[in-house]
């Protein structure tokens, strides 16, 4: 039966007041099921997109064969990210113990803590983050409390064609003007800026590289300024002067795949996915990877991969803390590495035998090392909507890239509240 305090909880959900309601800015009083089963031991259910989810079975099956008594059931969650949030919130919003340990989207994050729908990683839940990426320990942490552990990371790699592009830049100057030595009527760099938050996650690179910050460590919105300008003026330059081709306001991964491996595109911006997926194409074997690039040297990756968040309701929070620390180990780090899932665990990219099979380990880890979170917001999908309508409207030319960061500083204002 629900107890009337998770009646409470799923009332006011339903009402839209859920996170006001909830939110407990690091402190369990706010929901006391979080400090409830701590030291509680028994099966789990791991929930996760099915998209994304074979390593994580076969991680879960090697945690079964040590664990006979806390096995790990894994749950499968619709592919899409909307519909991932939206299952996970419907079940959390009941009070539901189902899923103990969540597979969060980074944004997500802090939304859920806001929420009290997760348990804190610290006192008897507390995990050693200390060998992990730096940014994606943030990527886990609000109002200074971690409240997932990272599962795996994602940064964005530069992408360039050895026979187009002999020399691989190293800022963004070099890059620009590598693209004037490329044939007429060939595309130079393409970059995702279709109205999704691919746009968002780029618009956030050339904002980041340039200077610009748009949420600050008090939470407040910091998008208006010159550096935040100079860094979108820098992205509606290179769109108009054909530094990034024309077809990247309709560039999703997948187009931005095709144009590189086709050899449409002498440059790209993606995830390290498409360096293995780049075998068998007209490119494999001629093509170099490298951090993002920006005015002064390394650009700013804007941070992906997903976090594991233990569930407030969860019955058997120890084995559910137990379970996220296995994945974070050496062991399992190296089989996602092994399974193109870039690792939180910073040891495994100096693996010599697998930056031998991945030689894109090096220039990832740099790429992680300069990366930055998305926003970290209980309100991030409004910020991300913010972000994507002004950039676009700046690219597309109607409007103005200063009245696109005044807008879009006041349209994230709004959405924090």
Same mark, same amino acid.
């Given at each position: ?11 006011? =959900? #339903?009402?839209? +007041? ?6 407990? @800015?690091? !402190?369990? %009083?706010?929901?006391?099921?979080? /400090? ?77 803590? =806001? #929420?009290?729908? +997760? ?6 839940? @507390?995990? !050693?983050? %200390?060998?992990?990426?730096?940014? /994606? ?18 940064g964005q790699l530069l ?67 010159d550096e935040s300008r ?187 509240r």
């Amino acid at each position: 039966m629900v107890s009337k305090r998770k009646a409470l909880v799923a009332s006011l =959900a #339903a009402t839209g +007041l859920v996170l006001a309601a909830c939110s407990n @800015d690091g !402190d369990n %009083s706010a929901n006391p099921a979080a /400090s409830e089963g701590t030291d509680s031991r028994g099966p789990i259910t791991f929930a996760m997109g099915n998209n994304d989810i074979a390593i994580m079975q076969d991680i879960a099956e090697r945690w079964n064969a040590e664990h006979p008594d806390e096995q790990v059931t894994v749950h499968e969650l619709a592919g899409e990210a909307d519909a991932q949030r939206e299952s996970l919130i419907q079940s959390l919003q009941a009070g539901s113990g189902d899923f103990d340990v969540m597979a969060l989207d980074l944004p997500w994050t802090a939304e859920f803590a =806001a #929420a009290g729908y +997760l348990a804190p990683i610290q006192g008897d839940l @507390d995990v !050693d983050v %200390s060998g992990l990426l730096e940014p /994606s320990v943030d990527s886990a942490t609000y109002n200074d409390t971690l409240y997932a552990v990272p599962q795996n990371t994602n940064g964005q790699l530069l992408y360039v064609n050895n026979s187009m592009i002999p020399e691989m830049p190293s800022n963004w100057d070099e890059l620009v003007a590598a693209c004037d030595e490329i044939p007429e009527g060939e595309g130079c760099l393409t970059v995702q800026l279709s109205q999704y938050e691919g746009l968002t996650i780029n618009t956030l690179d050339f904002i980041y590289a340039w200077g610009g910050e748009v949420v600050n460590s008090e939470n407040e919105v910091v998008v208006d300024s010159d550096e935040s300008r100079e860094g979108l003026q820098a992205l509606v330059d290179a769109y108009e002067n054909g530094v990034i081709t024309s077809a990247s306001t309709g560039a999703t991964e997948e187009e931005t795949m095709q144009a590189f491996s086709n050899e449409q595109s002498a440059m790209a911006i993606n995830w390290p996915y498409m360096y293995e997926a780049s075998n068998g194409t007209d490119v494999e074997g001629n093509f170099d990877v490298s951090p993002l690039v920006g005015p002064d040297g390394i650009g700013v990756s804007t941070l992906g991969g997903y976090n594991n968040g233990i569930n407030a309701y969860s019955e058997n929070k120890a084995t559910a803390r137990d379970f996220v620390e296995y994945v974070i180990g050496e062991e399992s780090q190296k089989l996602m590495a092994e399974q193109s899932f870039p690792p939180v665990l910073s040891s495994i990219y100096d693996d010599e035998s697998l930056i031998e099979d991945y030689p894109f380990l090096p220039a990832l880890k740099e790429s992680l090392e300069n990366a930055q979170p998305r926003p970290v917001s209980p309100y991030y999908a409004a910020m991300s909507k913010a972000i994507q309508d002004n950039a676009y409207a700046a690219i597309n030319g109607t409007k103005s890239v200063d009245d696109a960061i005044t807008d879009m500083q006041s349209a994230l204002e709004q959405a924090g509240r």
